[in-house]
């Protein structure tokens, strides 16, 4: 879902980026209530050139589904090679 964000959001296209490389960080967990828990997430996503996009999101989870809301994404850095 946050590929999609990114590209909707016109920050890259999801075919020019370099799927090995991603790095994902559960930042937190915090339980709601009985089954319901909010999840936040750290991505760092490269694309082929060896640019850089690091997003937050935030969304709400259940122990069946793994997204029980829409998901919060922010880009937090963003760093291009020259």
């Known amino acids: 879902m946050t590929e999609a964000w990114m590209q909707n959001a016109e920050i890259v296209d999801i075919p020019s980026l370099d799927e090995s490389k991603t790095k994902i ?13 909010t999840q936040i997430y750290h991505f760092v996503f490269y694309d082929r050139k060896g640019n850089s996009y690091e997003v937050i999101t935030k969304n709400e989870a259940s122990d ?19």
């Open 64 to 82: 069946d589904e793994c997204s029980m809301s829409d998901v919060d994404s922010y880009l937090i850095s963003k760093s291009h090679i020259h």
């Open 25 to 37: 960080t559960l930042l937190a967990l915090g339980k709601k209530k009985k089954g319901l828990y």
